[in-house]
Protein backbone atom coordinates (compact mmCIF):
# COMPACT_ATOMS: atom_id res chain seq x y z
CA UNK A 1 0.00 0.00 0.00
CA UNK A 2 1.25 3.21 -0.97
CA UNK A 3 2.21 5.73 1.99
CA UNK A 4 0.72 8.86 2.59
CA UNK A 5 2.60 12.32 2.87
CA UNK A 6 0.42 14.10 5.66
CA UNK A 7 3.21 16.83 6.36
CA UNK A 8 0.99 19.71 5.86
CA UNK A 9 -2.06 18.30 7.77
CA UNK A 10 0.45 17.95 11.26
CA UNK A 11 1.64 21.49 10.72
CA UNK A 12 -2.01 22.66 10.83
CA UNK A 13 -4.48 20.85 13.04
CA UNK A 14 -8.30 21.29 12.41
CA UNK A 15 -7.52 20.76 8.77
CA UNK A 16 -8.73 17.61 6.97
CA UNK A 17 -7.63 15.68 3.26
CA UNK A 18 -9.80 12.58 1.61
CA UNK A 19 -7.61 10.07 0.15
CA UNK A 20 -9.13 7.56 -2.26
CA UNK A 21 -7.36 3.66 -1.43
CA UNK A 22 -7.45 1.10 -4.51
CA UNK A 23 -5.64 -1.56 -4.23
CA UNK A 24 -4.60 -5.35 -3.08
CA UNK A 25 -3.56 -6.19 -0.04
CA UNK A 26 -1.34 -9.71 0.97
CA UNK A 27 -1.71 -11.68 3.73
CA UNK A 28 -5.49 -10.68 4.86
CA UNK A 29 -6.78 -14.29 5.41
CA UNK A 30 -7.58 -16.72 8.27
CA UNK A 31 -8.32 -20.66 8.14
CA UNK A 32 -11.98 -20.36 6.50
CA UNK A 33 -11.94 -16.82 5.23
CA UNK A 34 -9.19 -14.63 2.90
CA UNK A 35 -9.34 -11.41 0.62
CA UNK A 36 -7.77 -12.45 -2.20
CA UNK A 37 -3.98 -10.99 -3.03
CA UNK A 38 -5.07 -10.44 -6.63
CA UNK A 39 -8.67 -8.58 -5.16
CA UNK A 40 -8.49 -4.77 -4.51
CA UNK A 41 -9.18 -2.90 -1.44
CA UNK A 42 -11.31 -0.04 -2.33
CA UNK A 43 -12.33 2.81 -0.74
CA UNK A 44 -11.74 6.33 0.62
CA UNK A 45 -9.90 7.18 4.11
CA UNK A 46 -10.60 10.83 5.91
CA UNK A 47 -7.43 11.81 7.55
CA UNK A 48 -7.87 14.75 9.97
CA UNK A 49 -5.10 16.54 11.59
CA UNK A 50 -5.52 16.40 15.59
CA UNK A 51 -3.04 17.76 18.08
CA UNK A 52 -1.49 14.01 19.31
CA UNK A 53 -1.33 13.31 15.02
CA UNK A 54 -3.44 11.93 12.34
CA UNK A 55 -7.01 10.72 12.95
CA UNK A 56 -8.09 8.04 10.03
CA UNK A 57 -12.10 7.16 9.29
CA UNK A 58 -13.47 5.96 6.52
CA UNK A 59 -14.96 3.04 4.64
CA UNK A 60 -12.91 -0.30 2.41
CA UNK A 61 -14.50 -3.06 0.94
CA UNK A 62 -14.04 -5.56 -2.02
CA UNK A 63 -14.67 -9.44 -2.01
CA UNK A 64 -14.38 -12.19 0.45
CA UNK A 65 -13.79 -15.99 0.01
CA UNK A 66 -14.94 -18.04 2.60
CA UNK A 67 -14.87 -22.10 3.07
CA UNK A 68 -18.24 -22.62 4.92
CA UNK A 69 -17.39 -23.88 8.40
CA UNK A 70 -19.79 -26.65 8.39
CA UNK A 71 -19.96 -28.57 4.47
CA UNK A 72 -16.08 -26.85 3.50
CA UNK A 73 -18.51 -25.53 -0.01
CA UNK A 74 -16.23 -22.19 -1.31
CA UNK A 75 -18.40 -18.82 -1.86
CA UNK A 76 -17.44 -15.49 -2.31
CA UNK A 77 -19.59 -12.13 -0.54
CA UNK A 78 -18.82 -8.42 -0.72
CA UNK A 79 -17.59 -6.90 2.26
CA UNK A 80 -17.07 -3.18 4.07
CA UNK A 81 -15.37 -2.55 6.56
CA UNK A 82 -15.23 0.78 9.10
CA UNK A 83 -11.87 2.28 9.52
CA UNK A 84 -11.24 4.49 12.31
CA UNK A 85 -8.04 4.85 14.70
CA UNK A 86 -5.60 7.78 15.17
CA UNK A 87 -1.62 7.60 14.35
CA UNK A 88 0.45 9.35 16.68
CA UNK A 89 3.45 11.63 15.82
CA UNK A 90 4.96 10.61 19.83
CA UNK A 91 4.05 6.62 20.65
CA UNK A 92 4.17 5.60 23.40
CA UNK A 93 3.85 1.97 24.66
CA UNK A 94 0.52 1.77 24.04
CA UNK A 95 0.08 3.23 20.83
CA UNK A 96 -0.76 1.13 17.81
CA UNK A 97 -0.67 3.35 14.51
CA UNK A 98 2.59 5.41 14.37
CA UNK A 99 3.57 8.63 12.05
CA UNK A 100 7.04 7.61 10.22
CA UNK A 101 9.56 10.00 10.92
CA UNK A 102 9.20 12.01 7.97
CA UNK A 103 5.69 12.52 8.50
CA UNK A 104 4.74 9.78 6.15
CA UNK A 105 1.20 7.43 6.85
CA UNK A 106 0.71 3.64 6.07
CA UNK A 107 -2.71 2.78 5.86
CA UNK A 108 -1.87 -1.01 5.81
CA UNK A 109 -1.88 -1.53 8.99
CA UNK A 110 -5.43 -0.12 10.27
CA UNK A 111 -6.73 -1.76 6.99
CA UNK A 112 -5.18 -4.95 7.69
CA UNK A 113 -6.61 -5.04 11.14
CA UNK A 114 -10.22 -4.28 10.25
CA UNK A 115 -10.59 -6.19 7.34
CA UNK A 116 -8.66 -9.02 9.77
CA UNK A 117 -11.36 -8.95 12.89
CA UNK A 118 -14.02 -8.50 10.23
CA UNK A 119 -13.75 -11.79 9.33
CA UNK A 120 -16.33 -14.39 10.78
CA UNK A 121 -14.12 -17.15 12.57
CA UNK A 122 -17.12 -19.86 11.30
CA UNK A 123 -18.20 -18.72 8.19
CA UNK A 124 -21.76 -20.23 6.34
CA UNK A 125 -22.50 -20.25 2.80
CA UNK A 126 -26.30 -20.32 4.44
CA UNK A 127 -27.92 -19.87 8.01
CA UNK A 128 -29.51 -23.40 7.05
CA UNK A 129 -26.57 -25.52 6.22
CA UNK A 130 -26.52 -29.31 7.21
CA UNK A 131 -22.85 -29.91 7.19
CA UNK A 132 -21.06 -32.92 6.15
CA UNK A 133 -22.26 -36.46 7.08
CA UNK A 134 -19.68 -37.54 10.10
CA UNK A 135 -19.47 -41.42 8.83
CA UNK A 136 -18.85 -40.92 5.40
CA UNK A 137 -17.99 -37.11 5.11
CA UNK A 138 -20.95 -36.86 2.32
CA UNK A 139 -22.40 -33.77 1.68
CA UNK A 140 -26.03 -33.54 3.47
CA UNK A 141 -27.41 -30.45 1.47
CA UNK A 142 -27.22 -31.95 -0.84
CA UNK A 143 -29.51 -34.92 -0.27
CA UNK A 144 -30.34 -37.55 2.55
CA UNK A 145 -27.25 -39.54 3.88
CA UNK A 146 -27.75 -43.25 3.06
CA UNK A 147 -25.52 -44.17 6.10
CA UNK A 148 -27.26 -46.27 8.47
CA UNK A 149 -27.88 -44.64 11.70
CA UNK A 150 -25.06 -45.88 14.58
CA UNK A 151 -26.54 -47.99 17.19
CA UNK A 152 -25.69 -46.98 20.93
CA UNK A 153 -23.99 -50.57 22.09
CA UNK A 154 -26.01 -49.98 25.16
CA UNK A 155 -29.52 -50.30 23.51
CA UNK A 156 -28.23 -53.23 21.08
CA UNK A 157 -29.53 -56.14 23.22
CA UNK A 158 -33.20 -54.12 22.40
CA UNK A 159 -32.40 -54.68 18.78
CA UNK A 160 -32.62 -58.57 18.83
CA UNK A 161 -35.86 -58.36 20.34
CA UNK A 162 -39.22 -60.07 17.94
CA UNK A 163 -41.62 -57.89 19.18
CA UNK A 164 -44.00 -58.69 17.02
CA UNK A 165 -43.74 -62.43 17.61
CA UNK A 166 -44.49 -61.79 21.26
CA UNK A 167 -47.53 -59.46 20.75
CA UNK A 168 -48.98 -63.21 19.25
CA UNK A 169 -48.48 -64.97 22.67
CA UNK A 170 -50.49 -62.65 24.24
CA UNK A 171 -53.02 -62.84 22.48
Known amino acids: MHVIDVRDLVEHPGTSRTVRVEEAVAGL ?7 PAEAPLRGELVLESVVEGIYVTGHVGGRMAF ?12 FDVTVGDLFVRDPGPEDDY ?3 PDLLLDPE ?3 RDAVILSMPFSPLCRPDCLGLCERCG ?3 NLGEC ?3 E ?3 PRWAP ?3 LDLDRREARET
Open 138 to 140: GDR
Open 29 to 35: ATELAEV
Open 158 to 160: LAR
Open 67 to 78: RCARCLVGFERP
Open 146 to 148: SCA
Open 150 to 152: PVD
Open 109 to 111: PII
Open 98 to 100: VLG
